[in-house]
Nanobody
Framework: QLQLVESGGGLVQPGGSLRLSCVVS????????IGWFRQAPGKEREGVSC????????DYADSVKGRFTISRDNAKNTVYMQMNSLIPEATAVYYC?????????????????????WGQGTQVTVSS
């Protein structure tokens, strides 16, 4: 059974940093694309970043490019998202999700539709 568990959220001041972790179990991370999505109160869920199967590529929402970095450690079955220079508009529940199994090097797509397995989410609050 595929499981994803997020952690690392919390309260941070504007300009600060957080690193989110997504630990996966029940499947080989090599053959899955992993995405990070977020949903703020009263807003639709939006894609933030994704990393392709086989670690072949990443994609980011325009609003986070240059500030967020997604990475994966297949040996630890973990995907990370480093978030720097956080702004209040980043306040949301952040979810990781898995799309697969896929052929290696399949590009990830930063849309929620292909992602069939989701974690429970972790709250990120950016406030002074």
């Amino acid at each position: 059974q595929l499981q994803l568990v997020e952690s690392g959220g919390g309260l941070v001041q504007p300009g600060g940093s957080l690193r989110l972790s997504c630990v996966v179990s029940g499947f080989s991370l090599d053959f899955y694309a992993i995405g990070w999505f977020r949903q703020a109160p009263g807003k639709e869920r939006e894609g933030v970043s994704c990393i392709s199967s086989g670690n072949s590529g990443m994609d980011y929402a325009d609003s986070v490019k240059g500030r967020f970095t997604i990475s994966r450690d297949n040996a630890k079955n973990t995907v990370y998202m480093q978030m720097n220079s956080l702004i209040p508009e980043a306040t949301a529940v952040y979810y990781c999700a898995a799309d697969g199994p896929l052929l290696l090097s399949t590009p990830c797509v930063l849309r929620s539709g292909p992602f069939g397995s989701w974690g429970q989410g972790t709250q990120v609050t950016v406030s002074s």
